[in-house]
């Protein structure tokens, strides 16, 4: 099953953890937004894996807006 | 011969009403993994102390008189741990537990005895809403009589149980109580997705139109969610445990279980130094409260702000606390509603609140305004300058704008300490630099630097404690003790604990 993790807030992309690939666990963090002067990680809400990222790092996001799409079991 | 032909009869008589809606529709939820009424309120009700009120009713339609047993709802009263408690339970076999003059005056005895001799009263909710088609046409109006079927004063504690499809009545009691706890799976709505389709033409989903994950994450009506029918009765058996029977009394007290203030240690490390980083508030109010007694209300939604009924050294307190693992602690258009709630509830049944405070302001921008958070912001603001129960606040880390007022701050609460790593401002000194000097790190990297160290003066907790902002600043690891001593000064002595809830009329909802 394929999961898509929409951006919650208004926000910049700071830093991403993750590749296309990866494994991740659950509570995982996949990348870090910055908003409200506020680090805050996007994490994976079940084990899986990345399939496609949506942003980069510097790229602005608004709510609803798809992040990454995780793969899960 | 007279009494054994009355006994014989009564029998029947009994067995008939027992019998509900027949073993065929009995066996069948039996089967999908529902429980029935009198099953759930064997559930609710401690071991045998259930008596029914009304077991004899029937629908008023001659018609109707024997397939309706109880007229679909299984009323009376019962002890919860010992306290007496009225309960009104939708039996959906019979009629889908669908309302009629009758069932109504049962109900309406049960909040009347409920509100006069202050009990909790409990909806065990599953309805198709009122009954069709006896309500039809003037004749089925006008017999109503509901001047006070609604009108919610909050004399005792009222909780919700909703279990699969609720409409009607159903949904108006869920939105009338204290708290709701959906069992996963259960629909809530005005009305069912079948009328909604053909009066509006707009194909629905039940869960779409009103599942358990709307309202546990959009709407905020669900406080708690449920895997199993058992499940949702034990939660709102705790839920119960933490309020007085009615509003006249204090909470019950419970003893301090073990291996409370264990791990309060961990307070120094559970909130990163850095204000930039985030980190999850309910691993401190674990901390803080009573070993294992920290019983969340509305988890699923506003999740910037954490709200939670707990006990400390054995006394009810409702906890409010940011959360900067969701939206940075940012507190939204639905964290305002939830707190106004919670204030609600907590003011209403005399429980002491307790502000834990790392928040970077109200979250502000384009949605924002469009949710109506200045009206919210400000709801909030009466709401905190109406509670006459005992108020604390403890700043953890960052305190800005004017949500610090909000979340207890500037004198609103009856007391207040600062952790001695607190940071309270304005706004983030970072924004400030901005905001006053127009300039950016990255623009000027020396001039930033030298006007953020101008902006963050000024804002450690020995600056606000320098004007009685806050009456002290401690060592995180002291929380428990300053929530403690604070809970016996403010105790409001000369009532035995009872406030004067006057928000006990404010919204159901928000």
């Given at each position: 099953m394929a999961e898509t993790i929409q951006a919650e807030m208004n926000a910049?992309?700071?830093?991403?953890l993750v590749a296309p690939g990866d494994s991740v666990e659950e509570e995982c963090p996949l990348m870090i937004l910055e908003s409200m002067k506020m680090e805050i990680p996007v994490l994976a809400e079940s084990e899986g894996f990345v399939v496609a990222l949506h942003v980069a790092e510097g790229d602005r996001v608004s709510p609803g807006q798809p992040l990454v799409d995780l793969s899960t079991n | 011969m007279m009494e054994e032909r009355a006994e014989a009869v009564h029998a029947e008589r009994r067995a008939a009403a027992l019998a509900m809606g027949g073993d065929r529709k009995l066996k069948k939820r039996a089967a999908a993994g529902a429980l029935n009424a009198r099953e759930r309120v064997d559930l609710l009700f401690d071991s045998g102390s259930f008596t029914e009120s009304g077991l004899f009713a029937t629908s008023p339609v001659d018609a109707d008189k024997d397939t309706t047993p109880a007229d679909g709802k299984v009323t009376g009263t019962g002890d919860i741990d010992g306290r007496r408690a009225a309960v009104i339970a939708y039996d959906f076999t019979v009629k889908g537990a669908s309302s009629s003059s009758v069932s109504n005056k049962k109900m309406q005895h049960m909040k009347d005895l409920a509100t006069r001799r202050g009990m909790p009263l409990i909806y065990l909710a599953e309805s198709t809403g009122v009954r069709m088609p006896d309500v039809m046409g003037g004749t089925g109006m006008g017999q109503g009589n509901d001047r006070s079927r609604f009108l919610r004063c909050r004399e005792s504690p009222w909780a919700s149980g909703v279990f699969g499809y609720s409409f009607g009545s159903a949904a108006w009691h869920t939105v009338s109580s204290d708290f709701a706890v959906f069992r996963k799976g259960s629909v809530m709505a005005v009305s069912s997705p079948g009328l909604v389709s053909r009066a509006t033409g707009q194909e629905v989903d039940g869960q779409d139109l009103g599942g358990w994950r709307i309202h546990s994450e959009i709407t905020g009506f669900a406080d708690a969610v449920a895997d199993t029918d058992e499940q949702a009765i034990e939660l709102i058996r705790r839920f119960l445990s933490y309020l007085p029977a009615h509003n006249g009394e204090a909470p019950p007290s419970a003893p301090i279980t073990e291996g409370s203030e264990d791990r309060l240690h961990e307070l120094r490390t559970l909130v990163p130094q850095s204000r930039t980083q985030v980190y999850d508030v309910r691993k401190v109010i674990e901390v803080v409260a009573d070993n294992g007694s920290v019983f969340p209300i509305k988890a699923r939604y506003g999740k910037s702000l954490v709200t939670a009924l707990t006990r400390i050294g054995g006394q009810t307190v409702g906890v409010i606390a940011n959360n900067p693992m969701f939206k940075g602690g940012a507190i939204d258009a639905d964290a305002c509603d939830k707190a106004t709630s919670f204030l609600v509830l907590c003011d209403s049944y005399n429980i002491p609140i307790l502000f834990l405070v790392d928040q970077p302001g109200f979250l502000i921008g384009l949605e924002a305004e469009r949710d109506k958070v200045a009206g919210k912001v400000i709801n909030w603001m009466n709401a905190l300058s109406l509670v006459t129960v005992p108020k604390i606040t403890v700043m953890m880390r960052k305190n800005y704008g004017q949500a610090f007022v909000n979340m207890g701050g500037a004198f609103t609460a009856d007391a207040t300490a600062a952790w001695w790593s607190a940071e309270i401002s304005f706004m983030d000194p970072r924004s400030a630099v901005s905001v006053v000097y127009g300039i950016q790190p990255e623009s000027d990297p020396e001039e930033y630097e030298r006007r953020l160290a101008e902006m963050a003066r000024g804002s450690t907790a020995y600056d606000i404690a320098r004007v009685y902002g806050v009456q002290d600043v401690i060592d995180p690891v002291d929380t428990r003790s300053f929530v403690l001593a604070a809970l016996r000064d403010n105790h409001l002595a000369r009532t035995g604990g009872v406030g004067e809830h006057l928000l006990s009329t404010w919204p159901t909802s928000y």
């Amino acid at each position: 099953m394929a999961e898509t993790i929409q951006a919650e807030m208004n926000a910049n992309v700071w830093k991403i953890l993750v590749a296309p690939g990866d494994s991740v666990e659950e509570e995982c963090p996949l990348m870090i937004l910055e908003s409200m002067k506020m680090e805050i990680p996007v994490l994976a809400e079940s084990e899986g894996f990345v399939v496609a990222l949506h942003v980069a790092e510097g790229d602005r996001v608004s709510p609803g807006q798809p992040l990454v799409d995780l793969s899960t079991n | 011969m007279m009494e054994e032909r009355a006994e014989a009869v009564h029998a029947e008589r009994r067995a008939a009403a027992l019998a509900m809606g027949g073993d065929r529709k009995l066996k069948k939820r039996a089967a999908a993994g529902a429980l029935n009424a009198r099953e759930r309120v064997d559930l609710l009700f401690d071991s045998g102390s259930f008596t029914e009120s009304g077991l004899f009713a029937t629908s008023p339609v001659d018609a109707d008189k024997d397939t309706t047993p109880a007229d679909g709802k299984v009323t009376g009263t019962g002890d919860i741990d010992g306290r007496r408690a009225a309960v009104i339970a939708y039996d959906f076999t019979v009629k889908g537990a669908s309302s009629s003059s009758v069932s109504n005056k049962k109900m309406q005895h049960m909040k009347d005895l409920a509100t006069r001799r202050g009990m909790p009263l409990i909806y065990l909710a599953e309805s198709t809403g009122v009954r069709m088609p006896d309500v039809m046409g003037g004749t089925g109006m006008g017999q109503g009589n509901d001047r006070s079927r609604f009108l919610r004063c909050r004399e005792s504690p009222w909780a919700s149980g909703v279990f699969g499809y609720s409409f009607g009545s159903a949904a108006w009691h869920t939105v009338s109580s204290d708290f709701a706890v959906f069992r996963k799976g259960s629909v809530m709505a005005v009305s069912s997705p079948g009328l909604v389709s053909r009066a509006t033409g707009q194909e629905v989903d039940g869960q779409d139109l009103g599942g358990w994950r709307i309202h546990s994450e959009i709407t905020g009506f669900a406080d708690a969610v449920a895997d199993t029918d058992e499940q949702a009765i034990e939660l709102i058996r705790r839920f119960l445990s933490y309020l007085p029977a009615h509003n006249g009394e204090a909470p019950p007290s419970a003893p301090i279980t073990e291996g409370s203030e264990d791990r309060l240690h961990e307070l120094r490390t559970l909130v990163p130094q850095s204000r930039t980083q985030v980190y999850d508030v309910r691993k401190v109010i674990e901390v803080v409260a009573d070993n294992g007694s920290v019983f969340p209300i509305k988890a699923r939604y506003g999740k910037s702000l954490v709200t939670a009924l707990t006990r400390i050294g054995g006394q009810t307190v409702g906890v409010i606390a940011n959360n900067p693992m969701f939206k940075g602690g940012a507190i939204d258009a639905d964290a305002c509603d939830k707190a106004t709630s919670f204030l609600v509830l907590c003011d209403s049944y005399n429980i002491p609140i307790l502000f834990l405070v790392d928040q970077p302001g109200f979250l502000i921008g384009l949605e924002a305004e469009r949710d109506k958070v200045a009206g919210k912001v400000i709801n909030w603001m009466n709401a905190l300058s109406l509670v006459t129960v005992p108020k604390i606040t403890v700043m953890m880390r960052k305190n800005y704008g004017q949500a610090f007022v909000n979340m207890g701050g500037a004198f609103t609460a009856d007391a207040t300490a600062a952790w001695w790593s607190a940071e309270i401002s304005f706004m983030d000194p970072r924004s400030a630099v901005s905001v006053v000097y127009g300039i950016q790190p990255e623009s000027d990297p020396e001039e930033y630097e030298r006007r953020l160290a101008e902006m963050a003066r000024g804002s450690t907790a020995y600056d606000i404690a320098r004007v009685y902002g806050v009456q002290d600043v401690i060592d995180p690891v002291d929380t428990r003790s300053f929530v403690l001593a604070a809970l016996r000064d403010n105790h409001l002595a000369r009532t035995g604990g009872v406030g004067e809830h006057l928000l006990s009329t404010w919204p159901t909802s928000y």
